[in-house]
């Protein structure tokens, strides 16, 4: 499926709630996303009724946000005043003028001066609380506000334009959504929703965000130069989430609890799709969930998955079932107890189960490649791919 990006949310950039949660594949583009599968190849009758019904939420909402917009655009703008302008509210104007970073950088110094911090930081700022009411509704089985929702895009509209931005200004990550929280962007963006939620950061903060911020930016660079040496690409993905998640880590460690409720939401924080500022925002456009009951489920998933998608056949695809079916016991038992919750099962998974599913991914695709012969046309499929499984006990 394909969605016109001035109409979508921010798939896992922002939200995999809203629309994304509705319709997964929104933001990422078919080059820049995870598309190395079909979303329905390894698609169960269990796991149909639920799709389908998905997207027919999707097309209704869809539809009902467009009535939404439609109604606002017919409104008649009011008429211009011939009164002189109150000088206090043109003094207020200026105040919310386009402001600069709080934090430079030699590096992107070109893309960060054309980016509104104001604007970003507000649209921000005031997605926390809609997200977390987006949660609320969902997990108590009712239909999301749509007025609500209609904000939510309305926000996210301005932050998809300045994510572009940032994406075209060559700032290095994973997909658009990598760009959007290297450190550098991350920092500024915590700085300028602080500004906007009356929090500011005070200066041992400022110096403490930018000793960090730096740090990490280092890092991300030298992940940069070493990443022709990589076996394949989900290595490349696993290393760059360890690094961001330890930095959104230290830099939410720095901030006051004022400082920290007006950025983190109990019910939608750690969530890939609700998470402003995690690294699920990044990790979330390359997660596939699919419901598991244990290990043997898993395995007989994964294999159907991962054999369509490599075009595999006779004795390779019996080894493949072989190597999968012992990899899959490697998930502990303990971890088919604890059930998937109800945003996970709408997808808007808890971004360590993720994480912990790509640290699996890896283990298996350097099994893979180390075991079994492929052509060049599967092998390259395989080293290329960054599509993470992600099984929801059930």
Do not use: C
């Not at 997990?139 to 926000?155: F, S, V, W, Y």
């Not at 930016?217 to 961001?244: G, I, M, P, V």
């Not at 598991?292 to 075009?311: F, V």
Request: charged share 25%; net charge negative.
């Amino acid at each position: 499926m394909a969605l016109n990006p001035r109409n979508a949310v921010l798939g896992s950039l922002v939200i995999g709630g809203l629309l994304g949660f509705f319709a997964r594949d929104v933001f990422v583009s078919p080059e820049q996303g995870a598309s190395q599968l079909d979303p329905d190849s390894s698609m169960t009758q269990e796991d149909a009724g639920p799709v389908a019904s998905l997207r027919s939420e999707n097309a209704a909402l869809t539809a009902k946000i467009r009535d939404l917009e439609s109604e606002l655009a017919r409104k008649p703008l009011p008429k211009p005043s011939s009164e002189e302008p109150d000088q206090d509210q043109v003094a207020e104007n200026k105040a919310s003028d386009p402001v600069g970073p709080t934090f430079s950088s030699d590096e992107l110094s070109q893309v960060l001066a054309k980016i509104d911090w104001s604007l970003l930081g507000t649209n921000m700022k005031d997605l926390v609380p809609l997200l977390g009411k987006l949660a609320e509704a969902i997990n108590k089985g009712e239909t999301p506000d749509l007025n609500d929702m209609a904000e939510i895009q309305r926000l996210n509209a301005d932050l998809l334009n300045i994510a572009k931005t940032i994406s075209d200004g060559k700032v290095p990550g994973s997909g658009i959504n990598g760009a959007f929280t290297h450190p550098i962007v991350v920092a500024n963006q915590l700085s300028a929703a602080l500004n906007a939620a009356g929090q500011a950061l005070d200066a041992d903060q400022r110096s403490a965000l930018d000793r960090v911020m730096k740090e990490f930016a280092a890092r991300d660079q030298n992940l940069r130069l070493a990443e022709a040496d990589s076996e394949f690409q989900l290595e490349n993905l696993a290393q760059e989430t360890q690094l961001k998640h330890e930095f959104y880590t230290q830099a939410k460690g720095l901030l006051n609890k004022d400082q920290f409720g007006a950025l983190y939401n109990e019910g939608s924080a750690g969530r890939s799709g609700l998470d402003m500022f995690d690294s699920g925002l990044m990790l979330g456009q390359y997660a596939k969930p699919m419901t598991a009951t244990d290990a043997k489920s898993l395995a007989a998933k994964t294999s159907k998955a991962m054999t369509s998608q490599l075009g595999l056949t006779g004795e390779a695809a019996k080894q493949l079932d072989g190597i999968i079916s012992k990899w899959s016991q490697s998930y502990p038992s303990t971890y088919w107890e604890t059930k998937a919750d109800t945003l996970e099962h709408k997808g808007m998974l808890k971004t360590s189960r993720i994480r912990e599913a790509l640290g699996y991914h890896v283990e298996l695709t350097r099994t893979i490649l180390g075991n079994i012969t492929l052509t060049p046309a599967q092998r390259q499929k395989l080293v290329q791919g960054r599509l993470i499984l992600v099984p929801l006990p059930r």
